[in-house]
Nanobody
Framework: QVQYVESGGRLVQPGGSLRLSCAAS????????MRWYRQVPGKERELVASISKRGSTTTYANSVKGRFTISRDNAKDTLYLQMSSLKPEDTAKYYC????????WGQGTQVTVSS
């Protein structure tokens, strides 16, 4: 069964940094493009960043471009999101997902940016 365990979220001050992790299991991780999403209560889930199977291609939402970096370790079946220069508007619950396996979602990890 496909499972994702997101971690690394916490309260951080504006301008700070965090690294989120997503441990994936139940499928051949290296065969799938992966994405990070975020969601604020009452709003639709927002695509934050995408990465290709081997990590050679990455894309970002305009709102995070230049501040966030998506990466992956296929040997560890783990997806990462390095976040820097964090802003209060980055506050959300962050999720990872393989777009080819849209039914499966983890519990997410909460990032709160506040002074």
């Amino acid at each position: 069964q496909v499972q994702y365990v997101e971690s690394g979220g916490r309260l951080v001050q504006p301008g700070g940094s965090l690294r989120l992790s997503c441990a994936a299991s139940g499928f051949i991780f290296s065969n799938y493009d992966m994405r990070w999403y975020r969601q604020v209560p009452g709003k639709e889930r927002e695509l934050v960043a995408s990465i290709s199977k081997r990590g050679s291609t990455t894309t970002y939402a305009n709102s995070v471009k230049g501040r966030f970096t998506i990466s992956r370790d296929n040997a560890k079946d783990t997806l990462y999101l390095q976040m820097s220069s964090l802003k209060p508007e980055d506050t959300a619950k962050y999720y990872c997902n393989a777009p080819s396996l849209p039914r499966y979602w983890g519990q997410g990890t909460q990032v709160t940016v506040s002074s």
